[in-house]
């Protein structure tokens, strides 16, 4: 059983929840840029939490069925169709053998999340999936997927999987597809721009001139096209130190924001470097990361000033949101 | 996401790494990743601080992490054993030969030493790994002599050789993959320094000491 892309669409890369566990050898995590989005994809498709599923970038590839399947599409908001019948974005959806999915831009957000019952299943590396661009391994080759590419998926699928899954093939065809009438919550998607993104002031913010200080939280900052999913480059104002000194390379995270010598930060995003030499203005809030990861290039965001136990209560609401999101697809397909 | 308890200041008056503290540090590490907290994902020692990263959405994440975080640091750097290095010492060859060692001249003008005495300084000196990071396996390795101090080039190279021998400032670092860098280039290695099929995937781990062997380009050649 295997899937095989037709188009790949843009950035397209097989991630599961990351290869954790070692960063002390050099070796980012990767994974999702939007791990809620991931987490809601499988969920409803019945696959465990933190399964291999497919990402793409506003762009959304096409793909072939060789076999019945049920699928998710979730994250950003893309244009969906089989055989000209939309799909909708959410929702668990079953897919009869030699369907050709056929997604095309992103509407809203960037990053879209392609689950399927059971799993992506190449190659596991160092205990992951994820595909690790810039070392170049994991997922497919350590590569983005492109056409001709076929991608094996799990023979093992769960036993929530197959009671939705039998559920749903026994339905009947409504609006030409296998679907439920109910959706999952999209609690990612980027709302009116430029979007408000928390963060904390990072250890080095004190060592930026006042200006730039100041400018930092109240700046309206573009997503650079030049960005990737090592770091999104943010435009804006220049920012300076108030002295120049050299700072020793040491670790960094998903969401930290550094400034290089050009004075226009990157904040580090799912494949950024495990320890950098560049000066931390800020540490954006957990809870936000997936929305900052769902802006698309040229979209614009200002960051809010906040606190630990700030970013604390973001990430405690984002968790229940996730989970009452989740207590709610525990139910059989009835509704 | 992640809390970091570093050194700023003492890092700032000694204008470099405390190696006494750089070794407790990796004992630290050692300590924290026993206990197998499980909101706890990476436990990364630096040159001179240790980060924590943890799953920010885990179910048994502490309300105040913070100040779990700095209990478990206290109640583990009681436990760490005395640093005792990983008992490793990593071999690495390296050809000086001037068709690799790419900035040897610059280095040479810059320290007044012929680039026959820099290899004889640095094969014959002892070298230990601070921290491995930026790129898979890339190891950031102490006890440079003093002699051989160069600061960071102005411009930095867009791609480093695999298996790059450089230094800066008082370290050597050897370049797993084909990545941007700013050190000076005084050799090759002809070893893969991260292979995520190999076990272990890394040739460095922090704590290693290290010794630097010079080879021909012949025999760079037969190790390749």
């Known amino acids: ?335 | 996401m992640y809390a970091e308890f570093g050194d700023i200041d003492r890092t700032a008056a000694s204008g470099g790494v405390d190696l006494e503290l750089n070794r407790s540090l990796q004992a630290l590490a050692v300590a924290i990743r026993v206990r197998a907290v499980p909101w706890i994902r990476d436990v990364v020692p630096a040159l001179c601080g240790i980060a924590l990263h943890f799953d920010p959405f885990h179910p048994e994440l502490p309300e105040s992490v913070l100040e779990v975080c700095r209990e478990l640091l206290e109640e583990c750097f009681k436990s760490a054993s005395k640093f005792e290095d990983s008992g490793r010492t990593v071999e690495v060859p390296v050809c000086y030969d001037p068709f690799f060692a790419l900035d040897m001249e610059e280095v040479a003008a810059a320290t007044r030493i012929s680039a026959q005495n820099i290899q004889k300084v640095h094969t014959s000196t002892k070298h230990w790994v601070l921290m491995v990071g930026f790129s898979p396996g890339q190891p950031y390795i102490g006890g440079l002599d003093p002699k051989l101090s160069v600061p960071r080039r102005a411009t930095p190279r867009t791609r480093m050789p695999m298996g790059a021998v450089a230094i800066a400032n008082a370290q050597t670092a050897v370049y797993p993959y084909e990545t941007p860098g700013g050190w000076s280039i005084i050799g090759r290695t002809p070893l893969t320094v991260f292979d995520p099929a190999r076990d272990p995937p890394s040739l460095f781990a922090p704590g290693d000491r290290v010794r630097f062997v010079a080879i021909s380009r012949d025999e760079f050649e037969k190790l390749l």
């Open chain 1, 1 to 335: 059983m295997s899937l095989r892309i037709i188009r790949p669409g843009l950035l397209t890369t097989v991630q599961d929840r990351g290869r954790h566990g070692l960063q002390h050898l050099g070796v980012v995590p990767c994974g999702p840029m939007d791990p809620v989005a991931l987490e809601l994809a499988n969920a409803l498709v019945g696959n465990r939490d933190g399964e291999a599923a497919i990402e793409f970038t506003v762009l959304g590839p096409e793909i072939a069925f060789e076999a019945d399947a049920l699928i998710s599409l979730c994250g950003a908001l893309f244009e969906a169709n089989v055989g000209g019948v939309p799909v909708p974005a959410n929702r668990p959806v079953f897919l009869p053998k030699n369907s050709v999915l056929r997604t095309g831009r992103a509407l809203l957000g960037s990053r879209g999340y392609l689950a399927v019952a059971g799993g992506i299943a190449t190659e596991p590396v160092l205990g992951s999936r994820s595909t690790y661009l810039p070392a170049k391994f994991g997922g497919l080759e350590g590569r983005l997927l492109r056409a001709g590419d076929a991608l094996p998926l799990s023979e093992g699928i769960s036993s929530l999987s197959l009671k939705r899954y039998g559920n749903l093939e026994n339905r009947k065809v409504m609006a030409g597809l296998r679907t439920v009438g109910w959706s999952a919550p999209a609690l990612t998607l980027p709302e009116r721009e430029p979007i408000t993104i928390h963060a904390m002031e990072g250890r080095h913010h004190a060592h930026f001139d006042a200006a730039s200080q100041r400018a930092f939280f109240e700046a309206t900052w573009k997503v650079s096209p030049d960005s990737n999913r090592m770091g999104f480059r943010l435009v804006g104002p220049v920012l300076a130190r108030a002295e120049a000194f050299e700072i020793l390379s040491e670790p960094a995270c998903f969401g930290t924001v550094q400034v290089p010598a050009n004075g226009l930060p990157i904040a580090l995003m799912a494949d950024h470097q495990t320890t950098g030499g560049y000066p931390k203005i800020a540490e954006i809030a957990a809870a936000d990361v997936p929305r900052l990861a769902q802006l698309a290039p040229g979209g614009s965001v200002q960051f809010a000033r906040c606190t630990l136990e700030q970013a604390g209560e973001l990430r405690r609401a984002l968790r229940q949101r996730v989970d009452s999101a989740l207590r709610s697809l525990a139910w059989d397909y009835q509704a």
